[in-house]
């Protein structure tokens, strides 16, 4: 997709799973000619690195306790 103008690539990996060979590169490709490359464990990791790579203020998502 695109985000503001920036392309932007979000891979999931699951537990121990990683990037392929093929994958290394098309990061790395990706990345050379201006995209924004993300790899996502959890949504939270997800969230927390695109409002910190976009320089998004997001709320405090409040804790009920």
Known sequence: ???NGVP???EIKLGK???SKDQI???KEFERVGGYY???KTFAQ???DFNNR???SS???PVQG
Do not use: S
């Open 38 to 40: 993300l790899i996502a």
């Open 46 to 48: 997800f969230y927390e």
């Open 1 to 3: 997709g695109i985000y």
């Open 25 to 27: 590169e098309y990061q």
């Open 8 to 10: 932007l690539a979000i």
């Open 17 to 19: 799973d990683k990037q």
């Open 54 to 56: 976009f320089k998004i």
């Open 59 to 61: 709320p405090e998502i």
